[in-house]
């Protein structure tokens, strides 16, 4: 009887993930200006105090244009200014709504809302409606579950009557807080408004490892029920290009995306983090994009983006982060059993949550001359002509490595049945 092969979990179809996650877009304003004045207490911050809705219109139709995927942190109540479903002072309600418009048809196709909190700048209390003297982020670290799940919830209450239900939650700066106590907040702020168990956030980055995965914060495998905690891998390393007199300003795009990956492919932090083995998360500002009414940092993302395209179009894919971390999660809590008899391998996936895609390579016990046949639950799967090919219900033999993608169901098992062709 041949030994049982060791079968492994791959990055879905084999394409290594890649996400933008975009800081503190809102309507009208340049959030930095208000962060500046009323955090920092700034009288006259050296930014501009608007970002004008074309910018929103060129931004919308550049990511459509180049299937850039990830998250859009809107804030709900930007610097107290107002809620974005309703009128915020000093803005046009003509624009404000266009704005909300435009993330809510061309935006959310392709980038999960998150709620970074309510204001982004002081926090909000929610029973006279009035900004504290203090930043939000500041003040979560001293608040229990209960008043944090509420100030969430609120949060999102706004996104979704807005027509952009969030999935997930940024926290502005950071928290200083139990992280584990603060995943469940956001749990808890997400069953109440979106019904939904299995969540993520985005709070920490760390530009140096090699690789930078998710962490699992919350988990109850029994309740359906996770938290997963999304870190960026780079920096903003377009931050600068919005401060007045930085070397930056005067910077080409070319020069500014070789810090994200030079046009070789050879050096970046993103290609350190494809030979690290990735996923590869970037983290920017709306602020940092507009750069101060230069759109420098616009223009560099066009760059970057293009040469991922042009030199892993075919081993990336971009992702929602809602997306990369249900797949994630399921590839991290899937278990898989093996066993072979002389003619055939038997694999059965089992996980407590369900993905649209799992990839899994099964080494055989045997040496492949011919291609076998290859059943997803009983049923015929098509083999891939390469790499690139792989989709889900099909395989991909690459020696004597099968790989599998197949979506999985919560505590469903699935099976994958790979049998040596007749006369092997």
Not at 57 to 63: A, D, N
Not at 209 to 217: D, E, F, G, L, M
Not at 302 to 326: H, Q
Request: glycine letters at 6%; a negative charge.
């Amino acid at each position: 009887m041949p030994y049982a092969p060791q079968p492994y979990v791959e990055h879905p179809n084999l394409r290594v993930p890649i996400a933008l996650i975009v800081d503190d877009p809102a309507p009208c304003i340049n959030p930095l200006w208000y962060f500046r004045h009323q955090v920092d207490r700034q009288a006259d911050p050296a930014h501009e105090r608007t970002i004008p809705l074309d910018f929103m219109e060129h931004w919308c139709r550049w990511v459509r244009e180049a299937g850039v995927r990830g998250d859009f942190t809107v804030l709900p109540y930007p610097a107290g200014l107002g809620r974005i479903d309703g009128h915020m002072d000093g803005c046009d309600d003509g624009e404000v709504r266009a704005w909300v418009a435009l993330a809510r048809e061309a935006i959310m196709p392709q980038f999960d809302i998150h709620c970074e909190i309510l204001t982004h700048t002081n926090a909000l209390d929610l029973a006279t409606g009035r900004m504290r003297d203090v930043s939000e982020h500041e003040w979560m670290a001293a608040q229990d579950e209960d008043t944090l799940a509420a100030y969430f919830a609120a949060a999102m209450r706004i996104l979704g009557e807005a027509g952009l239900p969030n999935h997930g939650l940024t926290q502005p700066c950071f928290y200083h807080g139990d992280e584990a106590m603060y995943a469940r907040a956001v749990l808890r702020a997400e069953k109440q408004v979106n019904r939904r168990g299995v969540t993520h956030n985005f709070l920490h980055v760390d530009a140096v490892a090699p690789s930078v995965p998710p962490r699992i914060t919350h988990l109850d495998p029994a309740a359906g029920e996770a938290v997963v905690s999304v870190w960026a891998a780079t920096d903003d390393y377009i931050w600068d290009a919005q401060e007045r007199g930085r070397p930056e300003q005067g910077m080409s795009p070319e020069a500014l995306a070789d810090r994200y990956l030079t046009a070789d492919g050879q050096a970046g932090r993103l290609a350190d983090l494809l030979r690290g083995g990735g996923p590869l998360v970037l983290v920017t500002h709306w602020q940092s994009l507009y750069s101060n009414g230069t759109r420098l940092g616009l223009r560099t993302y066009r760059e970057v983006a293009a040469r991922v395209a042009a030199l892993w179009g075919d081993r990336v894919a971009w992702r929602k982060l809602s997306d990369l971390t249900r797949q994630w999660l399921a590839a991290r809590t899937v278990r898989l059993e093996a066993q072979a008899t002389p003619r055939a391998v038997e694999v059965t996936a089992t996980a407590p949550f369900a993905t649209d895609v799992l990839t899994v390579s099964v080494p055989m016990p045997w040496p492949l001359n011919q291609w076998p046949v290859v059943q997803i639950n009983g049923r015929p799967a098509a083999p891939a002509t390469d790499a690139a090919a792989l989709e889900v219900g099909t395989w991909l033999m690459r020696g004597s490595v099968i790989t599998v993608s197949l979506p999985l169901r919560a505590n469903a098992p699935e099976k994958i049945t790979i049998e040596r062709a007749s006369g092997h």
